[in-house]
């Protein structure tokens, strides 16, 4: 299913509803919601309005196994608009490319929603370059704000869960009752390499065997990590069960910009391949 958006509309954002929707061993993409001018979706240029998606009881399962890049669902955003998605009681499993890629290449935000999903065994196609469960791209000034509930992003090629922030603006993440288990890289993995913080909020989260570290919390450029960890599980990851580093410019070596700060309870630690303490760059735990 592919949905076009024309580079010159106005007035409202664009609003799709899908409920007991089925895209199953389609080729190319699941649904494709493109608001991209360039032909080759490799452009800056769409138009003034946003996207606003709404998932229930859906599945999108099977899809992008005819060629490279195609994923179960893709939203393609340029321009002045925002994404806003709520997926609820939907199953995004064993797609090709990533379960599902959110990418705002504009100056607009990504607000993601999902409750009672699952993104397992994505990422599998193109084997020079796998593919994550869950991905949001933000390229230019713009926030990430993500709120999962009772989700699963386990047994994926590339990262489970992959949100990177580019330009200005920040990352806001609260996970709860969330796992992420036997990812080949990360489990969950969140930069911001800009100006702009990362604020987390994790709880009844379980992230297990994963190929590189459980939890990798990433802010370069200006900027604070901060939230709480609570009733998390990170054991058997291939590295650090969680890592969190604040940094104006990689690798500095001292810190030149005031402490980030995560509150810890309840936190297990257990079996990581480079120990199972908390490894942190200029970020306090409480």
């Known amino acids: 299913m592919v949905i076009n958006i024309p580079e010159h509309a106005e007035g409202d954002d664009?609003?799709?509803?899908?409920?007991?929707?089925?895209?199953?061993?389609?080729?190319?993409?699941?649904?494709?919601?493109?608001?991209?001018?360039?032909?080759?979706?490799?452009?800056?240029?769409?138009?003034?309005?946003?996207?606003?998606?709404?998932?229930?009881?859906?599945?999108?399962?099977?899809?992008?196994?005819?060629?490279i890049d195609f994923d179960g669902i893709r939203v393609d955003e340029r321009g002045e608009g925002d994404i806003n998605a709520l997926i609820t009681h939907t199953h995004i499993d064993g797609n090709g490319g990533d379960g599902i890629e959110l990418d705002e290449a504009g100056q607009g935000d990504v607000e993601a929603t999902m409750i009672n999903v699952s993104i397992n065994n994505n990422g599998f196609y193109?084997?020079?370059?796998?593919?994550?469960?869950?991905?949001?791209?933000?390229?230019?000034?713009?926030?990430?704000?993500?709120?999962?509930?009772?989700?699963?992003?386990?047994?994926?090629?590339?990262?489970?869960?992959?949100?990177?922030?580019?330009?200005?603006?920040?990352?806001?993440?609260?996970?709860?009752?969330?796992?992420?288990?036997?990812n080949s890289d990360e489990g969950i993995k969140a930069d911001e390499e800009d100006a702009g913080d990362i604020d987390v909020k994790f709880s009844h989260t379980n992230i297990t065997a994963n190929g590189d570290d459980g939890?990798?919390?990433?802010?370069?450029?200006?900027?604070?990590?901060?939230?709480?960890?609570?009733?998390?599980?990170?054991?058997?990851?291939?590295?650090?069960?969680i890592k969190a580093e604040q940094w104006i410019v990689e690798d500095?070596?001292?810190?030149?910009?005031?402490a980030g700060e995560l509150k810890i309870k309840k936190v297990s630690l257990s079996g990581n391949g480079k120990g199972d303490d908390i490894k942190i760059n200029n970020v306090t735990l409480k």
């Open 215 to 241: 939890i990798q919390l990433t802010e370069l450029g200006q900027g604070e990590i901060e939230g709480s960890l609570k009733n998390v599980t990170a054991k058997n990851n291939s590295k650090y069960g």
């Open 14 to 67: 664009t609003q799709i509803n899908l409920r007991n929707v089925n895209i199953i061993d389609s080729a190319l993409f699941g649904l494709h919601i493109d608001d991209n001018a360039d032909d080759f979706d490799d452009g800056t240029t769409g138009s003034d309005i946003g996207i606003d998606l709404k998932i229930t009881h859906s599945n999108f399962i099977g899809n992008g196994t005819g060629a």
């Open 126 to 182: 193109n084997e020079e370059d796998l593919d994550d469960g869950f991905d949001i791209d933000e390229a230019d000034d713009g926030d990430i704000d993500v709120k999962l509930i009772r989700v699963s992003a386990n047994h994926n090629m590339d990262e489970g869960l992959d949100f990177d922030e580019a330009g200005n603006g920040d990352i806001e993440l609260k996970l709860r009752h969330v796992e992420a288990n036997n």
């Open 252 to 258: 500095e070596a001292a810190p030149m910009e005031p």
